[in-house]
């Protein structure tokens, strides 16, 4: 009996992309509203509250567009064209979508830095709380997608 487990760098093509649209896209685009309506109920109710992170609602809303977009353009553009190991067409815009990326990562460099580290302070409620943990999340299972497709999906499309 073979009880290792393949790792996701090693993962066939086809799995690959299907963990990256049903589970990671699919849950972020199901995430973001969710947090978007923390962020303004936090900004809302501690809106006198020093520690809240002014602009975090605008910021969580811009991060909501920019993520939708992206991955619009991706799946229409980049990874159904990858489907069964299809060589991509020579239009693919993998180098576009890698620029995507570094702005996106850029927007979750900017949300740690509004919210110290995803750090809520001692006088948090359990929303802000909550919206912390879950933003943290978010930014890690978004920054492991984005190494999944920058470095170990696309490259296998690249020449």
């Given at each position: ?5 393949t ?5 066939d ?37 020093p520690?809240v ?14 993520l ?35 702005f996106?990562?850029?927007q ?52």
């Open positions: 009996m073979n009880d290792q487990q790792s996701m760098e090693e993962l093509t086809d799995v690959l992309l299907e963990l990256i649209l049903q589970g990671y896209d699919a849950a972020h685009l199901a995430k973001l509203p969710e947090l978007h309506r923390l962020a303004r109920k936090i900004e809302a109710v501690h809106r006198a509250n520690e992170p002014k602009g975090i609602t605008l910021a969580i809303k811009k991060m909501e567009h920019s939708t977009d992206h991955i619009e353009r991706e799946n229409a553009y980049v990874l159904k064209r990858m489907e069964h190991d299809q060589p991509p067409r020579p239009d693919t815009p993998i180098a576009q979508m890698n620029e995507e990326h570094s996106l990562k850029e979750l460099n900017s949300l740690r830095r509004m919210t110290c580290n995803y750090r809520a302070p001692d006088s948090a409620c359990r929303s802000w709380q909550r919206f912390y943990r879950e933003l943290k999340a978010l930014d890690f299972s978004l920054s492991e997608q984005i190494y999944l497709e920058r470095d170990v999906l696309f490259p296998r499309f690249q020449f």
